[in-house]
């Protein structure tokens, strides 16, 4: 097959709008114009070009080139977080911006907001922009759209979260082992009328996290039958709404586990509503800013999110260094951290 053919199944080259075009069967300036979003373009027309543009995972290079290295290098890495505005998510950016400098490697990143159509546009942004590799979070239950990109050697790492389908590296929390700590941590402490509080299940953290909690009750014996789980709390006022159902209902919960750092604010914010404090006891995952601060203290399953985004980049920079690694995944232990609100006894 020849080194041109964009349909080579093995390292294929990148496509060009003079394969574009052949695909579409217009000129190269017709497809020059569709992709700059010029007018006097027929909307069938538009539609051929856009098709045999996706077909090829064509995606227009937004680098001039002479910007370029000899290499081919851009010199540049993109990163897609849950939020850039959650604590988590942004010391993990932190860690691997830090490794890429050394490296004097910029990063660009953006938020994915657990939306699957948003992960997709931005790993398309940065592809555009010819990044050398691709550090992702991700909240698509396919990964398809990415073979292209795989095909073509340009790694991929993802963070947090693990992918469906694809044999790449992953780095993130145990996240099952840490909410099984959180549980059993609460069990030692007398509970047994213990509520969950979590993310929506088609996220995999929120699913693994659900999973160790019901698995450390069984291993004690108690019942799960019954358990007070409340899931697809996605913000700050349903988890709020939700655990304040629980609190003023017949036999509430003695304790809280809330499996995600913002859904743990809303339950913070839930007990103090009622004065409750000091009564009901409650281990968060992932810590908070100043959480040792509050009285009393938040007591919390700490993930490692400097490891997590140091390691990631440390596997990125060695595949762009040529170094032959099988595709692995990393779980990087949790802490739990005592402050005070685990430790409060029925």
């Keep these: 097959m020849s080194e041109q053919d964009p349909h080579s199944s093995h390292t294929?080259?990148?496509?060009?709008?003079?394969?574009?075009?052949?695909?579409?069967?217009?000129?190269?300036?017709t497809v020059s114009r569709v992709i700059n979003g010029e007018p006097n373009v027929s909307a069938a027309t538009t539609a051929r070009v856009r098709a045999a543009a996706r077909s090829l995972d064509y995606h227009l290079d937004m680098l001039a080139g002479n910007l370029r290295r000899a290499d081919g290098r851009t010199r540049t890495l993109g990163l897609l977080v849950g939020s850039v505005d959650n604590p988590f998510a942004g010391a993990i950016h932190r860690a691997i911006e830090d490794a890429a400098i050394e490296r004097d490697v910029a990063v660009f990143a953006s938020s994915l907001d657990d939306d699957p159509s948003r992960e997709q546009h931005a790993v398309e942004a940065f592809l555009r922009r010819r990044v050398d590799g691709l550090i992702l979070t991700t909240a698509s239950r396919s990964h398809n759209y990415l073979l292209p990109t795989l095909e073509r050697d340009t790694?991929?790492?993802?963070?947090?979260?693990?992918?469906?389908?694809?044999?790449?590296?992953?780095?993130?929390?145990d996240n099952a082992d840490g909410a099984a700590r959180a549980t059993a941590h609460l069990l030692a402490h007398g509970h047994r009328r213990i509520a969950f509080l979590g993310d929506r299940l088609t996220i995999q953290t929120a699913a693994e996290r659900r999973r160790g909690f019901l698995e450390e009750l069984g291993?004690?014996?108690?019942?799960?039958?019954?358990?007070?789980?409340?899931?697809?709390?996605?913000?700050?006022?349903?988890?709020e709404?939700?655990?304040?159902?629980?609190?003023?209902?017949?036999?509430?919960?003695?304790?809280i586990f809330s499996a995600q750092n913002l859904i743990t604010f809303a339950a913070l914010h839930a007990l103090r509503a009622r004065n409750l404090q000091h009564r009901i006891a409650l281990v968060g995952f992932d810590d908070l800013p100043l959480a040792d601060l509050l009285e009393p203290g938040v007591t919390v399953i700490a993930q490692d999110a400097h490891t997590i985004g140091s390691t990631a980049a440390q596997r990125i920079f060695a595949r762009l260094d040529g170094t032959d690694l099988s595709p692995t995944t990393l779980a990087i232990p949790t802490t739990l951290i005592q402050r005070g609100t685990g430790e409060i006894t029925p």
């Design 12 to 29: 294929r080259p990148r496509a060009t709008m003079r394969h574009v075009a052949a695909l579409a069967g217009v000129g190269v300036k």
């Design 155 to 173: 790694p991929v790492v993802f963070v947090d979260r693990e992918p469906t389908g694809l044999q790449v590296d992953v780095v993130t929390s």
């Design 219 to 239: 291993r004690a014996g108690v019942s799960t039958f019954n358990a007070r789980l409340r899931t697809e709390l996605h913000d700050a006022a349903t988890a």
């Design 241 to 255: 709404q939700a655990l304040g159902e629980l609190l003023d209902g017949e036999d509430p919960p003695t304790a």
